[in-house]
């Protein structure tokens, strides 16, 4: 029952929020062990952020404790992805977005913008993707909580940008206490807000698609093959990425 709730919350709203759900210790290991490469990677593209000013992408490892099992293959956490879409969905995106200071507002906007039909930009067709998100701190209004736009997902772009700009539509700043997962509908209208505190804040990002879904909008990293090998073939299965050496 629970499960067919946040299914469709996520199919209602465009979004459903996990309250603590995943356990802090991977997440504090994740977190130690990412932020010197955090860092370095700032240090060399300060003056030149890929994501808009003082906005930062960048691909996450695939090393442990940086990935850790229980990120991709929760039970529940994949029950609603498949749930939206269905069962035989892969992850094929890990990635981190670190807005920093000299960060602002963006433009609302929906991911992935591209349509899969061009001819029809605006037909209505269940979902294909999904992102499910967590912060490596807490996520606050202080340092850049997302804004998202609940139900704009089931309407036409140009409808939900107009209700958006003309302050019709519900705005709802999504915070994360450490342990929150955020499952989202990428067509969601959302925005990126300023990071205020001086510190990086970074948020982890896995997507899902169906398995006929691909696209090369977003850098990955490869899977070493001594973490390739370590998984189980039903968790190989689950995953699209390229393997390393």
Request: glycine residues 6%.
């Amino acid at each position: 029952m629970i499960l067919q709730q946040r299914v469709a919350e996520l199919h209602e709203r465009g979004f459903c929020i996990l309250r603590g759900h995943i356990p802090k210790p991977p997440i504090d290991a994740c977190r130690d062990a990412f932020w010197p490469v955090l860092l370095d990677h700032l240090n060399r593209h300060l003056a030149s952020p890929n994501r808009g000013p003082g906005r930062h992408f960048l691909p996450m490892p695939f090393e442990p404790p940086c990935f850790a099992p229980e990120f991709f293959f929760d039970a529940e956490v994949l029950g609603i992805v498949r749930g939206a879409m269905d069962d035989r969905v892969v992850a094929d995106q890990w990635g981190c977005d670190v807005p920093t200071d000299g960060s602002d507002y963006q433009q609302f906007h929906a991911d992935y913008q591209r349509p899969l039909f061009a001819e029809a930009p605006d037909l209505p067709l269940p979902a294909y993707m999904s992102t499910v998100s967590f912060g490596l701190v807490p996520i606050t209004t202080a340092n850049g909580a997302m804004d998202i736009a609940p139900g704009t997902h089931r309407m036409p772009r140009n409808d939900a940008l107009r209700a958006v700009t003309a302050a019709e539509a519900e705005i709802e700043a999504v915070e994360l206490e450490l342990g929150d997962v955020l499952i989202r509908h990428p067509w969601a209208l959302h925005r990126g807000t300023p990071n205020r505190t001086g510190i990086p804040r970074p948020l982890v990002t896995i997507r899902y698609v169906r398995r006929w879904y691909a696209d090369n909008s977003r850098e990955v990293n490869p899977i070493p093959r001594h973490v390739w090998q370590s998984l189980s073939p039903e968790q190989q299965s689950a995953m699209r990425f390229p393997i390393g050496d």
